[in-house]
């Protein structure tokens, strides 16, 4: 059985299409648009690869391809770093270890959720 490869996209259409077919026709494998759909504990992904360009803006994208590393699928973009990626951090650490960066400035939320009363979360 061939391994398949599937791709978590948006409403991009270069990059998608041209991923699938240079996969497909250059490789061993299968490449195609991931389906996703309901995903129960202890899943077995039926992808030996992901690719994530879309799991930043779907909170259960970023969940299923948790589930799916846990399945023992390789996922690229890794899912556990979404949730310690800090670009604040990052310029921070560089610029102590004296790479020059653009200058920076962490700012608080203008508005916030509706569960949230600003009044006593200050």
């Not at 195609?32 to 909170?59: F, N, Q, T």
């Not at 400035?105 to 600003?118: E, R, T």
Request: charged share 20%; net charge neutral.
């Amino acid at each position: 059985m061939t391994e398949r490869i599937g791709i978590l996209c948006g409403m991009e259409e270069s990059f998608p299409a041209a991923f699938i077919t240079k996969i497909n026709t250059t490789t061993e494998f299968r490449a195609e648009i991931a389906k996703l759909g309901g995903i129960k504990e202890a899943w077995d992904s039926p992808y030996a690869v992901l690719v994530d360009r879309i799991s930043h803006e779907v909170p259960f994208y970023r969940l299923a391809l948790k589930a799916a590393a846990l399945a023992g699928t390789y996922v690229i973009n890794d899912p556990f770093w979404w949730s310690a990626d800090d670009k604040f951090f990052g310029f921070s650490l560089a610029a102590k270890i004296g790479v020059r960066v653009p200058k920076t400035v962490l700012l608080p939320s203008k508005s916030y959720i509706p569960a949230i009363d600003p009044n006593r979360s200050l």
